[in-house]
C-alpha cells in the first residue's frame, strides 16, 4: 500500500477539491480521519462526487463546523489519536487533514503530530494569495521540524510566478504545480485542469521510492 498526506497552510484553500483531482489522478482511495461540520456535504462526498472514486468512513464525524478538538468537546467527546491508524487499502491511501498543520485534535495532540506519527510523505497545498509565503514556509519548517517527508508545494489559485519560486527556493521543496480555480466544477473539468497543471510524474516518484524506503 502506498499512502500520501494532502494538508494545507490554513483552511477553505481548496485542499479538498486538489484532494479529489489527486485521488482521481491515481485512482486511489480516500480518507478524512476528522470531518468537523455536517452542514452541507462533507467532505468525503466532495471528493467521492468529483472523482468517483471510494472514499472510507471518517473516523470521527462531528457536527460543529470548528477545530476538531471544540467539535468533539461540543458533542461530550474527545478525539483519540490512538484510533486513528491510517487504514490499509489496496493501491494508493489519500488522507486529508482539517485546516493547517497546528490545528487541534485535543488539548494534547495536533494534527501535525498525528501526521508525523503516521510517518507518510506529505502534499502542502498553499493559496497564491497575499501572505502565503510567510504561512507556506513556516509550515513547511514545522513538517520538516516534525520529522515528516515533504513530496512537494501545490500551489491553487490565480498564477503567482514570482511568489511561486520564492516559496520553492526559501524552502527547498519541489513545485508541484498549481490549480487554477474552476469556474465549473465537475469531474471532468477537474481532471483536465489537474492533468494540465499538476506533476502528478513527482508525485508518482515519492510514492515509489516511498515503497522503496
Known amino acids: 500500500m502506498s499512502r ?21 489522478a491515481l ?15 462533507t467532505d468525503s462526498q466532495i471528493v467521492s462526487r468529483l472523482s ?10 462531528l457536527q460543529l463546523p470548528a477545530s476538531p478538538h471544540l467539535s468533539a468537546e461540543a458533542e461530550g467527546a474527545e478525539i483519540d489519536p490512538d484510533s486513528l491508524p491510517l487504514p490499509e487499502v489496496d493501491g494508493v491511501l489519500v488522507a486529508e487533514g482539517a485546516g493547517g498543520l497546528m490545528v487541534p485534535l485535543n488539548r494534547k495532540v495536533l494534527y501535525l503530530d498525528l501526521f508525523a506519527r503516521w510517518g507518510a510523505p506529505v502534499i502542502l497545498c498553499a493559496r ?19 520529522g515528516c517527508p515533504v513530496v512537494g508545494v501545490a500551489f491553487i489559485g490565480d498564477a503567482e510566478p514570482m511568489v511561486e519560486e520564492t516559496i520553492c527556493q526559501f524552502g527547498q521543496v519541489a513545485h508541484l504545480g498549481r490549480l487554477p480555480v474552476l469556474g465549473e ?29
Do not use: C
Not at 500520501?4 to 482521481?24: E, H, N, P, R
Not at 473539468?189 to 497543471?197: G, M, T
Open 128 to 146: 497564491t494569495q497575499l501572505g502565503t509565503i510567510n504561512h507556506t514556509l513556516l509550515s513547511l519548517k514545522a513538517l520538516r521540524d516534525a
Open 27 to 41: 485512482g486511489a482511495t480516500y480518507w478524512k480521519p476528522v470531518q468537523s461540520g455536517l452542514e452541507e456535504e
Open 185 to 213: 466544477l465537475t469531474s471532468d473539468a477537474l481532471a483536465v485542469a489537474f492533468q494540465a497543471s499538476i506533476r502528478v510524474d513527482l508525485i508518482r516518484e515519492a510514492l515509489a521510492q516511498g515503497e522503496m524506503a
Open 52 to 61: 468517483g472514486r471510494p472514499a472510507l468512513p471518517e473516523g470521527y464525524l
Open 4 to 24: 500520501l498526506i494532502v494538508t494545507g497552510t490554513d483552511t477553505g484553500i481548496g485542499k479538498t477539491i486538489f484532494s479529489a483531482g489527486l485521488v482521481q
